[in-house]
């Protein structure tokens, strides 16, 4: 996988961070664009921390737009011929199974919710960012692969729901206007529905509720800030909407697992 940068050289890459254990390999891929392809030669788990848009042909020949829920599971089978390219990409989990054990399903599969495999891939992440090495990460990848036991291509959303089309204008709108304060109220207007509605359907898609996926946002702008390491850490908080460096701080140890400080060190 080859994932082409337009940063300039003196602004710091993520890199990919690793485990192994047993029969499993775990990757946490930053966001950033990629172009992709390849046969799998194993089966992989993945897990979309960030809503993803781009082309993809897997398992077919046939190249159509696909949008990638953020919070979501998939899936692709040992031998799945993919193909995969994103301009801005998103920050991706992936569990493979190494060995010759097939995992679960004959067809891949994207987009799948599950609040456990939610949970579990946050901590999963934590452990990589923060890089000590003492982790049950056997144990969380065979949990994992669990949870995907009840896989299935996800339905059509139904009318009045959280569509592809109203989450890609909330994520524009949440990136438009990320430095200052907004409200569930305003989401909800913007894509037309009542507050409690809307509430009640977006925690549906994305597996969080509007006020945490928008903290997901904003630390995400934190991470990519944080490579440019003439940029100060109050002015980050400032440019991410946190009313302040200590508040950007106590959601990176809360999500994360580590201060902003410790981030731009690894």
Known sequence: ???????????????????????????????????ARYIAPQASIGFA??????????????IRPFEATANALAFI????DVFSTSPRGGEYLRVIRTDDTPLVGDGPFNNLIDPQAIALAQRMRAALLRGTGAEDWEDWAQTLAQRIQRAAKPLPSPTGSMT???LRLLDEFIDAGLEGPLSVRSMAQLVGL????FIRAFKQAVGRSPHSYLIDRRLARARNLLRNPAQHLPDIALACGFASQAHMATAFRQRLGL??????KR
């Open 77 to 80: 089978p040992r031998g799945c």
């Open 49 to 62: 921390f960030d809503g993803q848009r781009g082309l993809h042909a897997i398992g077919s020949d046939r």
């Open 164 to 166: 592809a089309k109203r």
């Open 259 to 264: 201060s902003p400080s410790d981030m731009r």
């Open 194 to 197: 009542s507050e409690g509605f």
């Open 1 to 35: 996988m080859t994932r082409p940068t337009s940063l300039p050289p003196s602004i710091l890459l993520e890199p990919v961070r690793r485990a192994e254990a047993g029969s499993w390999l775990i990757e946490l891929l930053p966001g950033a664009a990629y172009q």
